[in-house]
């Protein structure tokens, strides 16, 4: 498999030699402690700040799980070469002057339980926001993420620190694959099969392409969709004409996936035009309503501001209930709730141009 492309190489390492030289300046002149907030998979941009920290007597603290677990393969490989002594444990940061601490972690992505949103939101139990922290965002931002990342900067920076990001100054070119490292790859590694993935349709294409112009063949490689499945044996690898299912799988309390549709759309409901709740106490044997209907708004309209249309809602309730009695009969009181269900939720969106929730009570007497 392979990942999608980046773009050509020659330009981008002068301008990741640039990025790089601005992030060493950056942590030189620092006034404080340094955070670095960026990808884990990031491993040769972790490993040139901690040669840095060697550089200039300073001690790196590794945060995020995956920061971790990453840091420590690419050591037991022999990717990355440094001093033990140069790591500390994050909680052993403030037993060294604030200049002297560089902590690498997670979060560049505004991700809820990521190390950089614990800190900025107070949470994180060893690190907490310093005015003289100088923070950088190494990342480019994924689609989608766009305000979550911007309500983690203006907390960071509400709290005094020193943010640096894209935006202003450059720090980040990308951690994805360019197009000569593509060909390399694949010229190295010489496979059989070639499955891109992890990116939209139109860039799976364009590695495709990649490929066949350093004459890969064709019926070798496979674009597949979310859901395809590709099935290999010793001889061949084929994609089936059966898919897996995508769909998302919602959870919800300590339940996944027991969600069902109709629950998922009482909840938009409520959520856009809120409830009305109708309490009708009616004779039994009569059909006549006791009394006044109790209604309840909770997300609709403000009662106490609505007491005429509360006025004429209970009289149309009362009126609607009398109607589908019929005298002599036996009531049905599924008929009678399902009426008040569609005879009020029509008379409030005439009034309000709303629609809520109807739910009509009814306590036989």
């Known amino acids: 498999m392979m990942e999608s492309l980046g773009s050509t190489k020659e ?18 002149k620092a006034p404080g402690r340094v955070i670095v907030a960026t990808f884990s998979s990031m491993i040769e941009r972790v490993g ?6 060697e550089e200039l007597g300073k001690k790196v603290a590794l945060d995020g799980y995956s920061m971790k677990l990453n840091m420590e393969i690419a050591k037991q490989i022999g ?3 440094f001093k033990p002594s140069t790591i500390i444990d994050i909680k052993n940061i403030h037993d060294y002057p604030p200049q002297k601490v560089i902590i690498i972690g997670t979060g560049a992505q505004g991700e809820d339980r990521a190390a950089l949103m614990r800190i900025a939101n107070g949470e994180h139990k060893w690190v907490k926001v310093e005015k ?6 190494d990342s480019s931002v994924i689609p989608g993420n766009e305000r979550t990342i911007q309500r ?20 980040h070119t990308g951690g994805h694959a360019f197009i000569e490292d593509i060909k390399l790859l694949i010229n190295q590694v010489k496979p059989h099969y070639l499955l891109p993935v992890y990116a939209n349709h139109y860039l799976l294409r364009e590695a495709a392409k990649v490929a066949k112009s350093i004459g890969f063949s064709a019926e070798n490689i496979f674009i597949l969709d979310n859901g395809s499945v590709a099935e290999i044996d010793e001889q061949t690898l084929r994609v089936l004409k059966e898919k897996i299912p ?5 959870v919800d309390g300590l339940g996944v996936g027991d969600i069902s549709n109709v629950v998922l759309r009482d909840r938009q409901l409520m959520s856009a035009d ?33 007491q005429e249309l509360l006025r ?5 309730i009362k009126e609607t209930i009398v109607r589908s009695a019929t005298p002599g009969a036996e009531i049905n009181w599924v008929y009678i709730r399902n009426n008040l269900r569609d005879k009020i939720g029509q008379f409030l969106y005439t009034k309000t141009k709303r629609r809520p929730m109807i739910l009509p009570v009814i306590v036989e007497i």
Request: without cysteine; proline residues 1%; glycine residues 6%.
């Open 11 to 28: 330009g981008s390492q002068l301008s990741e030699r640039e990025v790089f030289k601005n992030i060493r300046n950056i942590i030189v």
């Open 48 to 53: 040139q700040l901690i040669n840095v920290a």
């Open 79 to 81: 990717y990355l070469k």
């Open 132 to 137: 003289s922290d100088t923070i950088i965002f």
């Open 152 to 171: 983690l900067k203006d907390s960071l920076y509400r709290q005094g620190a020193d943010v640096i990001h894209k935006e202003i100054m450059d720090v």
């Open 246 to 250: 995508i769909e998302y799988v919602f």
């Open 274 to 306: 809120g409830m009305f709740v109708i309490i009708a106490v009616v004779d039994s044997r009569t059909g006549k309503v006791k009394g006044e209907p109790d209604v309840i708004s909770r997300g609709f309209i403000y009662m106490k501001e609505s």
């Open 312 to 316: 004429q809602t209970r009289k149309k």
